[in-house]
């Protein structure tokens, strides 16, 4: 171990370790070698990016911005599925990893859940007018969840190899949170979820560099090391026809909608896909990656290449993430210079409250950001797209029965369908926008469901050719 000199006024100044042997100081200059390197890299690439911005045309600029769990982190994947597709599928072996944490994270809280019922059970008082029930879970459904325990160490090696790799921190955070606006309660089950720092490279602990050309383990096209030996592929693999069994239970899809927790909180489009999820050599598909979940903390800057009409210019999308208070202060510093901010509103989750901070309903929050943002005078020349996200989540909870009025009080006795709420959705954002906005401006507004690549690309197809022509315009080349 390296110590430091108490004769140095550096205190950074690190002396070799007392002992060192001579293949141990060879190994140790060799990794310093290849530090400097790399740290030399990065500061060559920071300055060439200084030097071609000084250069060529001003990068078109877009900021997302929405609260937590919106779909920035989805929108931004769609723009590198778009305009940046080599580098999205170099990280599939990344992505991977974060669908098994989904998988096996829901998996924990369905057995957290099967523990609360084991609890109640065991301590519900017997009498006369109390007779004890049957019990609800089985013989079957106790051996199959003693079974799935292996997926707990599964979970804790996932987060420590993140966390370890890129600077995250474990939270407790209920994804599931439900209330109305004037009582809101949070969840009964909080799903803890990692948030990785955005600034920091996690994706390298999954991305292994392999140079050996004798290694046919190692998938090239994908990055993925079939032979590391840290892959929970096995477990899960094992465990499969468990886990398929009991997320396909009657008895516990009717425990989980006791206990407040929608299959949507659940990965549902993962856990119904398991077999493929948990096959020998699975490879996430482009839908995979774009319904991964993972939290991230502090402002991310992905610098694209776009070409349209002949001419090729870069695109800088920042993606703010983080808590509600990180995410007010992170914002202000992007207001000034932006060309577009896209605004995510989740508008499914009109029955939740925020993770944060369970007295505040997420669509009141939603609504409150979007004041913010159109009242700003900074960005009364900015291009504001909305999107009104989640619409596929939202026509499922309509045709489950749950009222858009019980939560928004101002919606009336209007009709509880998709038509009618999402109109007036539409109109109260743009009623905002036009009560706050200190001069009269055209917003872009979009129903999205930005999973769906199909149409998202459609969207932002669109946007491009629209800021590219407003960028000429701008600069004089067209009128």
């Known amino acids: 171990m390296a110590r430091l000199s108490p004769d140095d006024s550096d205190p950074l100044s690190i002396q070799p370790p007392i002992f060192e042997t001579f293949d141990e100081r060879n190994a140790r200059l060799a990794l310093e070698r290849v530090a400097k390197e790399i740290s030399d890299g990065i500061d060559e690439e920071i300055e060439k990016a200084r030097v071609n911005e000084r250069k060529g045309p001003k990068p078109i600029k877009i900021l997302l911005l929405g609260q937590s769990e919106s779909g920035k982190s989805t929108t931004l994947k769609n723009f590198q599925l778009m305009y940046d597709s080599k580098s999205f599928r170099a990280e599939r072996a990344s992505w991977r990893a974060v669908i098994q944490l989904n998988v096996v994270q829901s998996f924990r809280s369905i057995l957290d859940a099967m523990t609360r019922v084991e609890n109640q059970e065991n301590h519900s008082p017997i009498s006369p007018q109390n007779p004890k029930k049957a019990p609800l879970l089985t013989p079957e459904l106790l051996s199959i969840k003693a079974r799935l325990q292996p997926l707990t160490q599964v979970e804790k090696n996932l987060i420590r190899r993140m966390t370890t790799a890129g600077g995250g921190e474990v939270e407790a955070t209920p994804r599931n949170g439900h209330g109305v606006i004037s009582d809101l309660l949070p969840s009964k089950g909080a799903l803890k979820e990692i948030a990785i720092n955005s600034t920091i490279p996690w994706k390298h602990a999954f991305n292994r560099i392999i140079k050996s050309e004798t290694r046919t383990s190692f998938d090239s096209a994908d990055g993925i090391d079939w032979d590391d030996p840290e892959d929970p592929w096995a477990t899960l693999n094992a465990c499969s026809q468990d886990m398929i069994k009991l997320w396909n239970d009657t008895v516990i899809r009717q425990l989980l909608a006791k206990q407040s927790m ?22 996430p598909t482009d839908d995979d990656i774009l319904h991964a979940r993972l939290k991230t903390l502090g402002v991310s800057e992905h610098l694209f290449k776009i070409a349209t009409s002949g001419s090729v210019r870069d695109w800088k999308v920042y993606d703010v993430g983080g808590h509600r208070s990180q995410v007010r202060a992170a914002w202000a510093p992007y207001f ?26 997420r669509l009141e929050d939603s609504f409150k950001l979007w004041t913010m943002i159109v009242s700003n005078p900074l960005l009364k020349n900015t291009n504001i797209i909305l999107f009104l996200n989640k619409i596929d989540i939202l026509r499922t909870k309509l045709a489950s029965g749950i009222k858009l009025k019980d939560y928004v009080i101002s919606y009336g006795d209007r009709p509880n369908d998709v038509d009618n709420t999402t109109a007036y959705l539409k109109r109260k954002f743009g009623g905002i926008l036009q009560e706050k906005s200190s001069s009269p401006r055209v917003y872009y507004c979009h129903f999205t469901t930005v999973t769906d690549t199909k149409s998202t690309k459609y969207i932002l197809s669109n946007l491009k050719d629209m800021l590219m022509r407003q960028n000429l315009i701008k600069t004089n080349l067209i009128s």
């Open 262 to 283: 929608r299959s949507e909180d659940l990965s549902e489009y993962f856990l119904d896909s398991l077999e493929r999820l948990t096959a020998p050599r699975y490879i």
């Open 336 to 361: 000034d210079d932006m060309d577009a901010i896209i605004f995510l509103a989740p508008i499914s989750c009109f029955d939740q409250v925020l993770e944060e901070d369970h007295k505040v309903n």
